[in-house]
Nanobody
Framework: QVQLVESRGGLVEAGGSLRLSCVAS????????IGWFRQSPNKERDFVAG????????RYTDSVKGRFTISRDNSKNTVYLQMNTLKPEDAAVYYC?????????????????WGQGTQVTVSS
């Protein structure tokens, strides 16, 4: 069992930055790949970025490449999502999710554990 707790999101102006964090706990937390997803009203939950807990491999959806950076601090069991140059279309509820193994998958069904979600609002 893995528990995930996201930091509070917030309201930011377009072009601004925000960092989200996801703290993982539980017996197998240290062996999980972590993904960030986001969901806007009436839309699917989409993959944003992922990081393998072992190997430090990362993966991003095309729309955030060059603007978002995912990283992790194993000593704190924490994964970060640094979001720069935010756009109004980045506004969504952001979720972190965990799956066993080292493969970063983009399908939400591949993840077993989910955080509660945190709202990110970007004003234009």
């Amino acid at each position: 069992q893995v528990q995930l707790v996201e930091s509070r999101g917030g309201l930011v102006e377009a072009g601004g930055s925000l960092r989200l964090s996801c703290v993982a706990s539980g017996r197998t937390a240290s062996r999980c790949t972590i993904g960030w997803f986001r969901q806007s009203p009436n839309k699917e939950r989409d993959f944003v970025a992922g990081i393998s807990w072992i190997g430090n491999t990362t993966r991003y959806t095309d729309s955030v490449k060059g603007r978002f950076t995912i990283s992790r601090d194993n000593s704190k069991n924490t994964v970060y999502l640094q979001m720069n140059t935010l756009k109004p279309e980045d506004a969504a509820v952001y979720y972190c999710a965990a799956r066993g193994g080292s493969l970063i998958r983009v399908e939400s069904v591949e993840y077993d554990y989910w955080g509660q979600g945190t709202q990110v609002t970007v004003s234009s």
